[in-house]
């Protein structure tokens, strides 16, 4: 009878449908076109959302859908200095940006997931001047932001160093603090005093740049 009574009682309530979950579906839309009708079909189903988060850039071919505001796009961001360290074979900022207008001018709810935050001596300019940027091809609008700091387990190390032998990834376990997660094991995070300089930063910046917009979490 609960579960009757819990199911009545969010039946008006979407259900939302995650798309990317383990995988960049954009990078291999012009192969499938497995976005394209996930969008159609969740643009005529009721009581459900779709959702997807993307490092690429070629959306052309969903920004002419159907899609009755169902569908919201994400975009994974970083500033310019850590994807050209870290993020190779992947768009550059820029391209993402303007992707991100594309995507918010058609009529998609646009959201943005800016991870992994790295601390580094030119943090605070270069994450402000990403979000400058960011707020220069945006139309006026309300977004989503979900905020990640840089976190690594042991077993992640190994295996970066292993591939990667030449990595310049800050994996210096005595920088960082352990915290235990749900699921049984733990990851090495910056020191609380760091977290909360990050936070404090992306919630004011943002809140200047996108006063509309709403912060989801920061971990």
Known sequence: MSNA????????????????????????EPLTGSLAKAISFFAETPHARFRFVTKFTDIDSL???????????????????????????VPPLKMRLAASGKAARAGYP?????????AFPLWREEYDQMLQQLRENLPQGAYTFELISHRFT??????????????KLPLETQERSFKYGQFGYGKY??????????EDFFREKIAHYFPASQILYFV
């Open 63 to 89: 920004l002419p859908l159907e899609h009755r505001g169902k569908t919201e796009i994400r975009f994974s961001i970083n500033c310019q200095e850590m994807i050209s360290s870290f993020e190779r074979g």
């Open 154 to 167: 042991l077993r992640a190390r190994e295996s970066i160093c292993q591939i990667y032998p030449d990595n």
């Open 189 to 198: 995070v910056y020191p609380k005093a760091v977290l909360q300089e990050f």
């Open 110 to 118: 646009v959201g943005f997931l800016i991870g992994p935050i790295f």
């Open 5 to 28: 009574l819990a199911l009545c009682q969010r039946q008006d309530e979407p259900t939302i449908f995650e798309g990317a979950a383990t995988s960049d579906p954009v990078a291999v």
